[in-house]
């Protein structure tokens, strides 16, 4: 059983940075291609980014692509979300999700488990 912990999200200004974390245990990451979601209250759950289980290929979602990098060290079971030149647009709670696939899907109801999100909120 896969537990994922996210940390590190907070509250930046625009055109500032942030690098939420996504820790895991119970199991190895290296099993798994990992995702980053995004929700906002009333909308649907986003898929932002993903990265495959040996961590050598990443997928963004136009909204963040050039922004956020994503990045997967499997020696520590930890995914990071370097995410620049924020805007308000990205305010939301971000969560990581574990699946096992063999490409990037960014789909919430083929996730197999889920951490419990962090807050990140971009305002002036």
């Known amino acids: 059983q896969l537990q994922l912990v996210e940390s590190g999200g907070g509250l930046v200004q625009p055109g500032g940075s942030l690098r939420p974390s996504c820790a895991a245990s119970g199991s190895t990451l290296s099993n798994y291609w990992i995702v980053w979601f995004r929700q906002v209250p009333g909308k649907e759950r986003e898929g932002v980014s993903c990265?495959?289980?040996?961590?050598?290929?990443?997928n963004y979602a136009d909204s963040v692509k050039g922004r956020f990098t994503m990045t997967k060290d499997n020696a520590k079971n930890t995914v990071y979300l370097q995410m620049d030149s924020l805007k308000p647009e990205d305010t939301a709670i971000y969560y990581c999700?574990?699946?096992?696939?063999?490409?990037?899907?960014?789909?919430?109801?083929?996730?197999?488990?889920w951490g419990q999100g962090t807050q990140v909120t971009v305002s002036s």
């Open positions: 990265v495959s289980a040996s961590g050598g290929s990443t």
């Open positions: 999700a574990a699946y096992v696939g063999r490409s990037c899907q960014m789909r919430p109801p083929l996730m197999r488990y």
